[in-house]
């Protein structure tokens, strides 16, 4: 995991603004950094910039920039498959002269090109420039685990890792872009990547599994490069489905495993981190050292389960307990990292975790980020589920009797309290937004925007999870994992998101996907042996969750003074509806987002306009 940041165009960068961007680069990559700079036929300027998290071959002539010839490369990620790619090269006759991924990337796309991308299993952001043609490519990984921020203007593209990266080569203070600001407020997270925006205005991300290409001579090229494919194979047996889900996840559990530095696991009681963590120990017997928030709030507490796993793998285990301790002063630093709000509490929770990792000595954190969006994890799939079974009368009773048993009596969100509630109405999606027409009224400008979701297949329990995975959740989990991993110099690994086990999850028939009641029933199945029975037989679903008020007593006069201080987001937001909102210590779960969430935006105003 490492920093990366350029620029390509007719301005000929200040040296000052180089270093600058340099400086503010050192979290992503403290252990070296290195500039090239190229000035094409006179009319082309180039920069590259790149700060260095060493994982894998520690020594220095692994540095980037990485140089072969009249191609260099910045790269930030990791290419998990590089043994087996750098096995196919040496067949073709190349040689090498690190251990690196980063010289099996390079040539890679030296032998192949574009069409390289293709053969690379990883998570990656990088720039690969040309002298002989003055071309440059820019690429994201299938996912967009790795983040890469574009701006444009007359002088030519300027890029990086992050926001303040591209502010500091420009020179220049972007603008605050207050409609995205308020879709965040209104909507929530799962609103945020549905547009191509952020929340400084004319900057943008390039999208996932895309690459651009910029010549001297022609207009950008962008193009997509992977297209998933949704290919159920309706012959598949359970038995098919359990054997070929433990089979990929092994395999890729086993790829993102390798590195030259020690690797710690983020670690709740569901079944998704406990299935890499004990994959980890049982599988492969490496030294799994598991990380837990500890939270007192009921509704999110999972340390009976946790502690049981930890007891029965016989593995470390460190857990961070939950406080209201420097709240406000370390959401005010955070924010300030991500040149964002912060999206949910539930990344100020990580974060916490994150820096009791890199406390421990830990270089790579790996989390159980899209087991939920590949294998069925939410009360909402359950009953898409049941409309996608309706015709099955067996199955259908069945599995409605399940859901009354067993999902019932712990669903909280109003609209999923009816298990038929898409049979009713299939185009039914107000339990995304809830409540986001109270929020509306919170705001002095009029802002509405409707829940919309693209078309990636014809099942709607598929094409739900796919929207998740591509627009709505796993985007905001990636860019909020990136950055609370960074802040302490430390790499997220997301195993589940890994090309053959999405495309192997994809072609399981609907059918299989839940089963006595259980969500995840493939995987649960999948881990039987591996994961302790008491994880896999847990039907509690809590996830990575926190409440506001676990870290901030509202009743706290000078909390309450803070809140309601003078600040520029009371231009856009009434004083009074805050609080009214504050005074209510039993707020819904949707209300207490809401909160959170007029406090993010707060800080965030005070903090860059």
């Known amino acids: 995991?490492?920093?990366?940041?350029?620029?390509?165009?007719?301005?000929?960068?200040?040296?000052?603004?180089?270093?600058?961007?340099?400086?503010?680069?050192n979290r992503r990559g403290p252990d070296s950094n290195g500039i090239y700079t190229h000035?094409?036929?006179?009319?082309?300027?180039?920069?590259?910039?790149?700060?260095?998290?060493?994982?894998?071959?520690?020594?220095?002539?692994?540095?980037?920039?990485?140089?072969?010839?009249?191609?260099?490369?910045?790269?930030?990620?990791?290419?998990?498959?590089?043994?087996?790619?750098?096995?196919?090269?040496?067949?073709?006759?190349?040689?090498?002269?690190?251990?690196?991924d980063t010289e099996v990337f390079l040539k890679i796309l030296c032998e192949y090109g574009e069409a390289g991308l293709d053969r690379c299993e990883g998570m990656w952001a990088l720039a690969l420039y040309d002298e002989t043609d003055g071309t440059l490519l820019l690429t994201r990984d299938r996912f967009g685990e790795k983040p890469l921020y574009l701006y444009e203007n007359q002088e030519g593209l300027y890029f990086g890792s992050e926001i303040k990266f591209i502010s500091a080569l420009a020179g220049i203070k972007f603008?605050?872009?207050?409609?995205?600001?308020?879709?965040?407020?209104?909507?929530?997270?799962?609103?945020?990547?549905?547009?191509?925006?952020?929340?400084?205005?004319?900057?943008?991300?390039?999208?996932?599994?895309?690459?651009a290409k910029y010549t001297p001579a022609m207009s950008p090229e962008v193009k997509k490069y992977w297209?998933?494919?949704?290919?159920?194979?309706?012959?598949?047996?359970?038995?098919?489905?359990?054997?070929?889900?433990?089979t990929h996840l092994i395999n890729s559990v086993k790829l993102r495993l390798r590195a030259d530095v020690p690797l710690a696991f983020c670690m709740s009681g569901g079944v998704d981190s406990n299935a890499l963590i004990s994959i980890a120990k049982n599988i492969f017997n490496h030294d799994v050292h598991g990380f837990t928030v500890v939270e007192k709030d009921k509704r999110y507490d999972e340390w009976d389960m946790v502690e049981r796993s930890v007891k029965e793998l016989g593995i470390k285990h460190t857990p961070i307990h939950v406080n209201t301790n420097n709240f406000i002063s370390n959401l005010k630093a955070l924010i300030n990292y991500h040149d964002a709000p912060v999206y949910t509490i539930s990344y100020y929770a990580h974060w916490l975790l994150v820096r009791s990792i890199a406390e421990n000595g830990y270089k790579i954190s790996i989390s159980g980020t899209a087991a939920d969006e590949l294998f069925t994890g939410y009360y909402d799939h359950y009953a898409m589920y049941l409309f996608e079974v309706r015709n099955n009368h067996d199955l259908f009773e069945k599995s409605l009797k399940d859901w009354k048993r067993h999902i019932e009596p712990v669903v909280r969100n109003p609209v999923l309290q009816d298990p038929e509630v898409f049979l009713k109405n299939s185009?039914?999606?107000?339990?995304?937004?809830?409540?986001?027409?109270?929020?509306?009224?919170?705001?002095?400008?009029?802002?509405?925007?409707?829940f919309s979701e693209d078309k990636y297949c014809d099942t709607m329990l598929r094409n739900?999870?796919?929207?998740?995975?591509?627009?709505?959740?796993?985007?905001?989990?990636?860019?909020?994992?990136?950055?609370?991993?960074?802040?302490?110099?430390?790499?997220?690994?997301?195993?589940?998101?890994?090309?053959?086990?999405?495309?192997?999850?994809?072609?399981?028939?609907?059918?299989?996907?839940?089963?006595?009641?259980?969500?995840?029933k493939v995987l649960r199945d999948a881990m039987l042996g591996i994961v302790p029975d008491a994880i896999l037989n847990n039907r509690q679903?809590?996830?990575?969750?926190?409440?506001?008020?676990?870290?901030?007593?509202?009743?706290?006069?000078?909390?309450?003074?803070?809140?309601?201080?003078?600040?520029?987001?009371?231009?856009?937001?009434?004083?009074?509806?805050?609080?009214?909102l504050i005074s209510e210590l039993k707020a819904s779960n949707s209300t207490s987002k809401f909160l959170f969430n007029f406090l993010c935006s707060k800080i965030f105003l005070e903090e860059f306009l």
Request: charged letters at 30%.
């Open 227 to 246: 297209i998933p494919e949704f290919n159920i194979d309706n012959n598949m047996t359970y038995e098919d489905a359990v054997e070929g889900a433990r």
């Open 427 to 450: 185009d039914e999606r107000s339990h995304i937004y809830l409540d986001s027409e109270i929020f509306e009224t919170y705001l002095k400008t009029h802002f509405h925007e409707k």
């Open 1 to 25: 995991m490492c920093g990366i940041a350029g620029y390509i165009g007719k301005k000929t960068l200040l040296r000052l603004n180089m270093d600058n961007c340099v400086q503010l680069m």
């Open 464 to 520: 739900r999870m796919l929207n998740e995975i591509f627009r709505e959740v796993i985007p905001v989990i990636l860019h909020e994992d990136d950055l609370n991993a960074m802040y302490f110099s430390v790499e997220n690994r997301s195993p589940f998101l890994d090309r053959d086990l999405f495309e192997f999850c994809y072609s399981i028939p609907d059918q299989h996907l839940m089963g006595d009641g259980f969500n995840k």
């Open 541 to 580: 679903k809590i996830g990575f969750n926190a409440s506001i008020y676990s870290f901030m007593d509202v009743r706290n006069a000078e909390v309450r003074d803070y809140l309601l201080d003078e600040s520029p987001v009371f231009e856009h937001i009434h004083k009074n509806k805050i609080e009214t």
């Open 39 to 100: 000035k094409y036929r006179d009319s082309q300027n180039v920069v590259l910039i790149h700060s260095r998290l060493s994982i894998i071959d520690l020594d220095d002539r692994a540095n980037q920039p990485f140089k072969i010839k009249s191609r260099t490369l910045i790269y930030n990620g990791e290419l998990y498959n590089y043994i087996e790619l750098k096995k196919d090269l040496e067949a073709k006759g190349y040689t090498f002269k690190t251990e690196s």
């Open 175 to 211: 603008e605050i872009n207050f409609e995205h600001l308020y879709r965040y407020m209104v909507n929530g997270y799962k609103s945020l990547y549905k547009v191509r925006h952020t929340f400084f205005k004319d900057v943008r991300e390039l999208p996932a599994s895309h690459y």
